[in-house]
């Protein structure tokens, strides 16, 4: 059974930085592209940042220069670094797994993370 546990979110002040972690289990790490998305109140869910396993990254318009992704394929990680948050950025962060090859996508069960003006 696939599992994706968030940890590392919570209360900031603009400006400051955070560190969100996912730890997956019960799946082939490598085979999936790691993601992050978000979803702000009242608003849709939207992609942050993904990774490949051969560390091929895409980030958001909206989070560069701001925002990396790592991922650790012998841990099965993948971590979000935020920093120079902003009060939009407040939402709940989800790790999301997206199996290449069968097509299938997994989620967490996300992070709140709230940034105060």
């Known amino acids: 059974q696939v599992q994706l546990v968030e940890s590392g979110g919570g209360l900031v002040q603009a400006g400051g930085s955070l560190r969100l972690s996912c730890a997956a289990s019960?799946?082939?790490?490598?085979?999936?592209?790691m993601g992050w998305y978000r979803q702000a109140p009242g608003k849709q869910r939207e992609l942050v940042a993904t990774i490949t396993s051969g560390d091929s990254i895409y980030l958001a318009d909206s989070v560069k220069g701001r925002f990396t992704i790592s991922r650790d394929n012998a841990k099965n990680t993948v971590d979000l670094q935020m920093s120079s948050l902003k009060p939009e950025d407040t939402a709940v962060y989800y790790c999301?797994?997206?199996?290449?090859?069968?097509?299938?996508?997994?989620w967490g069960k996300g992070t709140l993370v709230t940034v105060s003006s």
């Open positions: 999301n797994a997206h199996n290449f090859l069968v097509s299938m996508d997994y």
């Open positions: 019960g799946m082939v790490f490598r085979a999936n592209v």
